[in-house]
């Protein structure tokens, strides 16, 4: 098997039931990028509970504004990232049809020509791994792997993302999305 073979971008990466107490405790996130170098991903299923323009001061079309923000990961917390797709991506460097971006032009550009068919999500902050760490956190089973798709990119409610994915690979993991957040209460 190559290494490369081994690196997990287009990947979801599950709380594998492991990460109790922590950051990471029943997220989901996209490994967006993955190499020797390390990895970065953006936490799916976390909200701010607040919107794009109640947190950046930028001039941005009104429908960025109102777009809910989501916390990408523990890492710079102020940094922007955005993920988004179309029906004609051809250049979309996650998975088929959807990109990762982070310059601020690049997400007016997108806001002023949003279509349809165009769909967009934005994070402050990352996951990030330093060479290694996110390989050593998978072999202690850590984490649990699935593949992404624009539908639970962007149509599953977060709040409900990890516990979906999880009844969907069905046996074990099925019984793990029945967890509670607090183990105390079980």
Request: glycine content about 8%; hydrophobic content about 40%.
């Given at each position: 098997?190559?290494?490369?073979?081994?690196?997990?971008?287009g990947?979801?990466?599950?709380d594998?039931?492991?990460l109790?107490?922590?950051?990471?405790?029943?997220t989901?996130?996209?490994?967006?990028?993955?190499?020797?170098e390390?990895?970065?991903?953006?936490?799916?299923?976390r909200?701010?509970?607040k919107?794009?323009?109640?947190?950046?001061v930028?001039?941005?079309?009104e429908a960025?504004?109102?777009?809910p923000?989501?916390?990408?990961?523990?890492?710079?917390?102020?940094a922007?990232?955005?993920?988004?797709?179309?029906?004609?991506?051809?250049?979309?460097?996650?998975?088929?049809?959807?990109?990762?971006?982070?310059?601020?032009?690049?997400?007016?550009?997108?806001g002023?020509?949003?279509?349809?068919t165009?769909?967009?999500?934005?994070?402050?902050?990352?996951?990030g791994?330093?060479?290694?760490?996110l390989?050593?956190?998978?072999?202690?089973?850590?984490?649990?792997?699935?593949?992404?798709?624009l539908?639970?990119?962007?149509?599953?409610?977060p709040?409900?993302?990890?516990?979906?994915?999880?009844?969907?690979?069905?046996?074990?993991f099925?019984?793990l999305?029945?967890?509670?957040?607090?183990l105390?209460?079980?």
């Amino acid at each position: 098997m190559a290494e490369t073979d081994t690196f997990l971008k287009g990947q979801l990466l599950l709380d594998s039931g492991q990460l109790s107490g922590s950051f990471f405790q029943h997220t989901v996130v996209l490994i967006c990028q993955h190499d020797a170098e390390g990895a970065f991903g953006l936490v799916l299923n976390r909200t701010t509970g607040k919107n794009v323009g109640d947190m950046i001061v930028a001039d941005l079309p009104e429908a960025l504004k109102e777009c809910p923000l989501f916390v990408g990961g523990p890492v710079q917390p102020t940094a922007l990232s955005f993920l988004h797709s179309d029906a004609l991506l051809p250049d979309a460097n996650v998975i088929p049809h959807l990109s990762l971006g982070h310059s601020l032009d690049e997400l007016v550009e997108i806001g002023e020509a949003l279509s349809a068919t165009h769909k967009l999500k934005m994070f402050s902050g990352y996951a990030g791994w330093s060479p290694g760490q996110l390989e050593n956190e998978m072999k202690h089973k850590a984490w649990l792997t699935h593949p992404a798709s624009l539908e639970l990119v962007f149509e599953i409610a977060p709040a409900e993302l990890w516990r979906t994915i999880l009844r969907r690979k069905g046996g074990k993991f099925k019984l793990l999305s029945q967890s509670p957040e607090d183990l105390s209460l079980n």
